[in-house]
């Protein structure tokens, strides 16, 4: 046995549920790595401060593959848990969904950077610490990757649909070294950046409300969990009933 604080990587921690996850990890005494665009922000409710913070622009590559060496630097040689939560779905000059005819090319690549290719650079590049502490890796989809969704964009769609393939690959890829990969796949999750008409949609689901971040963030830290020691592959719904 040992004492040693386990240690969780998070990408997207700004807002929602990157910030109820940080907070679960935070409150069951894991140290925890954040991950965003933007500096440390000071008023940041959690320990850890600006050292255990990371500036780092998803969407470029050769940023995601240096910010590799200096998050290596700041680990034990381990790495217990990997959660790629950064995700962004633009939206037309209205607000409205951006569809596979309206969304240009580099709004394409732009989205695949942050939503897909950023998964596969940070777990490649920090395998030998995920192997070394038997880790796992947490991809969070999206309902939008299973059906046409009112909101979300064709762009955003996809990302999480490939996403969702990467799970199962990965899976395959990293079991032999212990290392178990899986997926959370959220729906209607009340954040600060709901779009219009999201209320009414949550009407018509089965439990009739909307999804809390800290809800999320609870199934996100089974995944990370010794609880969820044989779950490898697979992908949690976590949407109440919307995609009965």
Not at 102 to 127: I, M
Not at 205 to 216: D, T
Not at 221 to 241: A, D, K, Q, V, W
């Amino acid at each position: 046995m040992t004492d040693r604080q386990k240690t969780l990587l998070l990408t997207g921690a700004s807002r929602g549920i990157g910030h109820a996850t940080v907070r679960r990890f935070n409150r069951e005494g894991w140290r925890v790595i954040t991950c965003s665009r933007q500096p440390f922000p000071e008023e940041c409710p959690w320990g850890g401060g600006a050292e255990n913070h990371v500036q780092i622009d998803l969407a470029n590559p050769s940023d995601v593959i240096e910010k590799v060496a200096l998050i290596r630097g700041k680990l034990d040689g381990k790495l217990d848990a990997l959660v790629n939560n950064a995700g962004i779905s633009p939206k037309g000059e209205d607000g409205g969904r951006l569809n596979t005819i309206d969304t240009d090319l580099k709004t394409w690549g732009h989205v695949f950077h942050v939503n897909f290719f950023s998964s596969v650079v940070l777990a490649r590049g920090l395998k030998e610490e995920l192997a070394a502490a038997q880790g796992a890796v947490v991809n969070v989809t999206s309902i939008a990757g299973n059906e046409v969704h009112p909101f979300a964009g064709a762009a955003y769609a996809t990302s999480k649909a490939a996403l969702k393939a990467l799970t199962r690959e990965m899976a395959h890829d990293f079991g032999p070294m212990g290392v178990r990969v899986n997926a959370i796949a959220p729906g209607e999750i009340e954040t600060a950046i709901l779009s219009p008409g999201t209320e009414e949609l949550a009407q018509k689901l089965p439990l009739r409300r909307l999804g809390q971040p800290e809800e999320v963030a609870a199934t996100i830290f089974f995944l990370c969990s010794p609880e969820s020691s044989y779950i490898s592959g697979t992908e949690i719904e976590i949407n109440g009933g919307q995609h009965v």
